[in-house]
């Protein structure tokens, strides 16, 4: 089955420090990998999405990601944080759903502080 | 102006109790769903719907029941309500169902059950 992995509950960075927010997949073919934002008390918001091509994505707020099909890895970095940048980040990937489309399979989340 | 609303964004009833959700898209969106996320995070999905069809059914209780009166709208009407009924609902659109296109979120729902 697919899934996404994101083995940190929680990140704690300096700001101004690099950030790195892990996530591994498994699919079966090609994958769809998103990554998306939930600040305290909103809905998600879209950040970065790899399809095809280049392996490093770049994204909303100055996030990228970088595909790695060996490791199986969509890690999501910023060079340098912000306070702000502190929320609860989802990792997804696109799987197959028996209703016969496409759904969303989500990570359990990671939560991001960044201290000042 | 606000892409993707939800009514009402709190909602505290008894068990046992029937209540309906609301969610409205002015993104021209053909694909809507409605997510659950519970008190851990855990985000799941439940149902979506492609101009107003039924294309996703995960396996929720009968007692949810989605209803797309047009491609814009996408209510959510749960019957008997019962403690872990309580999340929060997430309503979201995207261009087309395949997923190439990110999904556009609402604010949410919080329903708490008592």
């Known amino acids: 089955a697919q899934s996404v992995a994101q083995p940190e509950d929680q990140v704690n960075v300096a700001e101004g420090n690099p950030l790195t927010v892990k996530c591994t997949y498994s699919?079966?073919?090609?994958?769809?990998l998103f990554w998306y934002v939930q600040y305290p008390n909103r809905g998600l918001q879209f950040l970065l999405k790899y399809i095809t091509g280049d392996n490093l994505v770049k994204g909303s707020y100055g996030f990228e990601a970088e595909f790695n099909k060996s490791q199986t890895s969509f890690h999501l970095k910023k060079p340098s944080a912000l306070v702000s940048d502190s929320a609860l980040y989802f990792c997804a990937v696109r799987q197959w759903s028996t209703s016969g489309t496409y759904k969303y399979i989500f990570g359990t989340g990671t939560r991001l502080k960044v201290l000042a | 102006d606000t892409a993707v609303s939800q009514t009402p964004k709190y909602l505290v009833t008894q068990m046992g109790n029937d209540k309906s959700i609301k969610c409205e898209q002015n993104l021209g969106h053909d694909t809507m769903y409605w997510y659950k996320q519970d008190s851990k995070k855990f985000l799941k999905i439940m149902f979506s719907y492609n101009n107003k069809e039924l294309i996703i059914n995960e396996t929720v209780p009968n007692r949810f029941s989605p209803k797309s009166p047009d491609k814009a709208h996408l209510n959510l009407h749960i019957n008997s309500l019962e403690l872990g009924d309580s999340a929060v609902y997430f309503c979201a659109s995207s261009q087309a169902p395949g997923l190439e296109n990110e999904q556009f979120f609402g604010p949410g729902t919080r329903l708490t059950v008592l």
């Open positions: 699919v079966s073919g090609n994958p769809y």
